[in-house]
Nanobody
Framework: QVQLVESGGGLVQPGGSLRLSCAAS????????IGWFRQAPGKEREGISY?????????????FYSDSVKGRFTISRDLAKNTVYLQMHSLKTEDAGIYTC?????????????????WGEGTQVAVSS
């Protein structure tokens, strides 16, 4: 059974840090793009980062960050654990929301949710003093 499970969300003060995990089961992350999306209350889902897993290709390991998180968030992977991480630093109140990871077959990155095949349930991030 294909599954993506996020963890690591929680409540943090502005300026704080969190590390989210996206653990995949039922399939190998190789040859999939893993994207992180977030949705704040009353706002549309936003694609904030992705990493391309494409064993041996020139784009393997390529990453993307939206302007809203660039320089503060880092996406990484541990393929042995079939897990992708999102390290978040200098969190702002506007970073709060539901963070969800998703998997897209292939080696072409995207922040278009409609291109993703598998989705996790999401993890809540709250940023408040």
């Amino acid at each position: 059974q294909v599954q993506l499970v996020e963890s690591g969300g929680g409540l943090v003060q502005p300026g704080g840090s969190l590390r989210l995990s996206c653990a995949a089961s039922g399939f190998s992350l190789d040859y999939y793009v893993i994207g992180w999306f977030r949705q704040a209350p009353g706002k549309e889902r936003e694609g904030i980062s992705y990493i391309i897993n494409s064993d041996g290709s020139t784009v393997d390991g390529d990453t993307f960050y939206s302007d809203s998180v660039k320089g503060r968030f880092t996406i990484s992977r541990d393929l042995a654990k079939n897990t992708v991480y999102l390290q978040m630093h200098s969190l702002k109140t506007e970073d709060a929301g539901i963070y969800t990871c998703a998997a897209k077959w292939g080696r072409s990155g995207s922040v278009d949710p409609s291109e993703y095949n598998y989705w996790g349930e999401g993890t809540q991030v709250a940023v408040s003093s």
